[in-house]
T-cell receptor, first 115, second 111 residues
Framework: GAGVSQSPSNKVTEKGKDVELRCDPI?????LYWYRQSLGQGLEFLIY????????KSGLPSDRFSAERTGGSVSTLTIQRTQQEDSAVYLC?????????????FGPGTRLLVL | QKEVEQDPGPLSVPEGAIVSLNCTYS??????FMWYRQYSRKGPELLMY????GNKEDGRFTAQVDKSSKYISLFIRDSQPSDSATYLC???????????FGKGITLSVRP
């Protein structure tokens, strides 16, 4: 079946512009996660959605970052007033949220470059 | 101290070698332990998944977890050039929990 998809694959933007990154999770997966992967920092958690519960935003690095998940499916990560340090690969993962660990499946990522 | 520490590498081995990859962690609440493999310009893919302490084997891959020492390992037997990738350890405290990753180690298997 189809895996997690993300768009765009690559995004180049100018400092100060806003960007939107999209994630389509695996059909039926109730949990959705955003991570950021940058050189020197590894993979870091950003935000987590589970069903209709309030999202866990504890990993968002600043108030310029926000995310929403519409209809319990597609999610959009928005970065306002981008800075050069926002350049990274943004990865989305989804899981079925079942007990026993809830294996997370990752998309291919969006490579963001802020000039 | 980061919650999960992983040897930074890189690591280069000849084809057929046994590879040992390791991570240590500090949070005793971690219960689920994973190894992800990531090829260049791709997302991480789950390789091995272990709950609590013990060993798990899948083909040429063996994952070990020692919770008393807060230490996990991935062994790759008869390594192949196709195993060349970045390997990330990851762990979490329970279902619907965020993953905490090591920084990853890049492995190169020379033909």
């Amino acid at each position: 079946g189809a895996g997690v998809s993300q768009s765009p694959s690559n995004k180049v933007t100018e400092k100060g512009k806003d960007v939107e990154l999209r994630c389509d999770p695996i059909s039926g997966h109730t949990a959705l996660y955003w991570y950021r992967q940058s050189l020197g920092q590894g993979l870091e958690f950003l935000i987590y959605f589970q069903g209709n519960s309030a999202p866990d935003k504890s990993g968002l690095p600043s108030d310029r970052f926000s995310a929403e998940r519409t209809g319990g499916s597609v999610s959009t990560l928005t970065i306002q007033r981008t800075q050069q340090e926002d350049s990274a690969v943004y990865l989305c993962a989804s899981s079925s949220g079942l007990a026993g660990g809830g294996t997370q499946y990752f998309g291919p990522g969006t490579r963001l470059l802020v000039l | 101290q980061k919650e999960v520490e992983q040897d930074p590498g890189p690591l280069s081995v000849p084809e057929g070698a046994i590879v040992s990859l390791n991570c240590t962690y500090s949070n005793s609440a971690f219960q689920y332990f994973m190894w992800y493999r990531q090829y260049s310009r791709k997302g991480p893919e789950l390789l091995m998944y272990t709950y609590s302490s013990g060993n798990k084997e899948d083909g040429r891959f063996t994952a070990q977890v020692d919770k008393s020492s807060k230490y996990i390992s991935l062994f790759i037997r008869d390594s192949q050039p196709s195993d060349s990738a970045t390997y990330l350890c990851a762990m979490h405290t329970g279902a619907n929990s965020k993953l905490t990753f090591g920084k990853g180690i890049t492995l190169s298997v020379r033909p």
